[in-house]
């Protein structure tokens, strides 16, 4: 056993970091990426008819790019997945059942050897020193978070917190367990050591009752690698259940450019959470010490279904090995939120795709996914 800031680690086993695995960041080469099928009518509630055409565009906008695995457990759910997607090249159906579609929280986390950075003394399967062979020769893992639907705001979620365990059984994956809970919208990382998260969501009771700072600092270095963890301390944007996913708020464009949620409205609610976001950004350093490149990427004007504000942000977009797909919500800034875009990622086909009948169910084309690391 292991203790680190005064709690015991659960894994009797060596953590990832100790082994020499790190958690890459989403511009880094991809071997797929893993999506669940949206089965779950009360996730988009009056709007589900619409959401499997808007949800199939989605996924052959990623096939054009990288393979694409879906989980679509049980009967039905696989027979109406099977026949939107059938025509499309390079996606593989896994019959493993969900609660949601959300698969950036509920799926796996993939991590992968440090090259070269086994730890001192280890032994290559040859027998050669890991300390002057440096070939790779870790397994691809995953790290096995608890999933709580967001602090139990939406059950059940029993199937959505099987799911890491069951893909890493089909793909024969190392697994690593915590022991506790943590959502992939919760963090985001810049491949080099730097994860970016927020106090409200990380630290909410609701996910790990009195788990303090220093605590989830020492999870994230020794499941992910992190070594310089940085916390906003406004997690707000309105129409939000997730206690303030960053994926919403903050985003990696490289390993030392953050692109940040804006609203220039001073009348709205988000412009002073926002604002704060921004400046605290302005003043955070990378693993190395040195300053982030912080570009606005501004919100749309507000938007509502039955009379509740959506969470809609362009920072939901997700990278694919040469494509970056951004959210587009009906709205002036749609075109401004691709230029940006396109600027930040020149070697990259950036791709705006509607999102306004998905956001309904809060959350977009990043909540959606989770890549899967060469």
Sequence with gaps: MVYRSGILMTTNEPTPAALGYRWPAEWEPHAATWLSWPHNPDTWPGKFEVIPERYTEFVRTIARFEPVNILAGGEVVMSVAASLVADIPDVRLY?????????????????????????????????????????PFLPPAIVDWGYNAWGGK???????????????????????????????????????????????????PNRNENMTREQMEDYLSSYLGANNVLWLSRGELAGDDTDGHVDQLARFIDSH???????????????????????QLEGMADQDGNG????????PKPKFCQGQRLPASYCNFYITNGAVIVP??????????????????????????????LVWGLGSFHCLTQQEPV
């Design 257 to 279: 450019t953050i692109v940040a949620a804006w609203e220039n409205d001073s009348s709205d609610v988000n412009h002073e959470s926002l604002k704060a976001n921004f400046e």
């Design 154 to 204: 939406y059950p059940p979620f029993d199937a959505d917190n099987t799911v890491t365990e069951q893909v890493a059984v089909q793909l024969q994956r190392k697994r690593f367990v915590p022991g506790l809970v943590l959502e992939g919208g919760a963090i985001e990382g810049n491949g080099r050591g730097t994860i970016l998260t927020t106090e409200s969501c990380l630290l909410n």
């Design 328 to 357: 587009q919500f009906d709205d002036a800034a749609d075109e401004e939120a691709v230029r940006i875009l396109e600027g930040l990622f020149p070697d990259r086909e950036v791709i705006g795709l509607p999102s306004i009948d």
């Design 95 to 135: 019959n493993i059942k969900t609660n949601d579609a959300w698969c950036r929280d509920h799926g796996p986390i993939f991590v992968v050897e440090e090259k070269g950075s086994g730890p001192i003394g280890a032994k290559h399967p040859s027998g050669r020193s890991g300390q002057l062979d440096l070939t």
């Design 292 to 299: 982030f490149t912080i570009v606005r990427l501004p919100l």
